[in-house]
């Protein structure tokens, strides 16, 4: 990611933003989609779009719902929410996709 966002022009804390929220999203997949199962894939993709950078991550596992409780875990939702300028997500028997979108801040 961080490769193809030097690569666009897009570095420094707004590089920075964009790979923490793709790593916790990525991680995400990794913990939770495939827990109690086999391991499986994991999709990414970025797209340039004049003003605005627009990422995907998908698994094809499981949705697993936070549990609510109160814990030193379970905040990778909210710090994506708040770092991208725009975050979606959907669930669904066949896998998991979050959704962001940047600014597309050359430094």
């Known amino acids: 990611m961080q490769a193809w966002l030097t690569g666009v022009g897009v570095s420094g804390v707004s590089a920075a ?20 199962g086999e391991p499986g894939l994991m999709r990414v993709g970025a797209d340039l779009d004049g003003t605005r950078i627009d990422v995907d991550v998908a698994d094809f596992g499981v949705w697993q719902p936070p549990t609510g409780e109160i814990t030193t875990r379970g905040r990778g939702l909210p710090i994506m929410g708040a770092v991208a300028d725009r ?14 979108s940047f600014a597309a801040r050359r430094d």
């Open 17 to 36: 933003d964009i790979v923490l929220v793709v790593n916790e999203a990525c991680t995400n997949c990794v913990e939770h989609a495939y827990r109690d």
């Open 87 to 100: 975050m979606e997500l959907e669930h669904s028997p066949t896998g998991t996709t979050v959704r962001f």
